[in-house]
């Protein structure tokens, strides 16, 4: 089985500053058709997740365009470029190349 | 408007069996690969199951092998999950998920605890 790693699994920021969250995977993500399934999703409490970012670097609708995703291979990263308020939740990566399987989830506050 | 409703969570007893289902409207539902997720109580997310837009293909998490079946109605724009053999480790709040590449869909989830 492929292993998600995230790291911080705590990130405390204060608003208007940047915030990076890291997600490893135990092999590559590269699929056989070239692409890399990784994904990003946001959970703010008390609600349902919400995918950010697909296939590493793609936004979804509506996504603001401060979140940007990067990496590959099997090194990934999650870039919010000014945290606002209504950032705070758990952000998980996720790989959709070996069936899916979410990172342990990093939890994002206000300092 | 996309909506995702799941319904038929609730409490049942350890070897027990539930039937969750998962109503879509606003959306293509024979487009979109759907899946199961859960999340533990106060746990991160763990994907279930998926199925295929035209039901050919399921894939299953190793730890419901065996005993979960999800199945999909197109007509009726429904997805469905069969519990069997329920542990007290299945206890979670159930999520219906919807997909393509560019679009990605959750409903408000279920709360399935399984004790006796």
């Known amino acids: 089985d492929v292993v998600m790693t995230q790291s911080p699994l705590s990130l405390p920021v204060t608003l208007g500053q940047p915030a990076s969250i890291s997600c490893r995977s135990s092999?590559?993500?590269?699929?056989?058709?070239?692409?890399?399934?990784l994904n990003w999703f946001q959970q703010r409490p008390g609600q349902s997740p919400r995918r950010l970012i697909y296939k590493v670097s793609n936004r979804d609708s509506g996504v603001p365009d401060r979140f940007s995703g990067s990496g590959s291979g099997t090194d990934f990263t999650l870039k919010i470029s000014r945290v606002e308020a209504e950032d705070v939740g758990v952000y998980y990566c996720m790989q959709g190349t070996h069936w899916r399987t979410f990172g342990q989830g990093t939890k994002v506050e206000i300092k | 408007e996309v909506q995702l409703v799941e319904s038929g969570g609730g409490l049942v007893q350890p070897g027990g069996s539930l039937r969750l289902s998962c109503a879509a409207s606003?959306?293509?539902?024979?487009?979109?690969?759907m899946s199961w997720v859960r999340q533990a109580p106060g746990k991160g997310l763990e994907w279930v199951a998926n199925i295929k837009q035209d039901g050919s293909e399921k894939y299953y998490v190793d730890s419901v092998k065996g005993r979960f079946t999800i199945s999909r109605d197109n007509a009726k724009n429904s997805l469905y999950l069969q519990m069997n053999s329920l542990r007290a480790e299945d206890t979670a709040v159930y999520y219906c998920?919807?997909?393509?590449?560019?679009?990605?869909?959750w409903g408000q989830g279920t709360l399935v605890t399984v004790s006796s």
């Open positions: 998920a919807g997909s393509t590449v560019t679009r990605d869909y």
């Open positions: 606003g959306f293509t539902f024979s487009s979109y690969w």
């Open positions: 092999q590559s993500l590269v699929y056989s058709d070239g692409n890399t399934y």
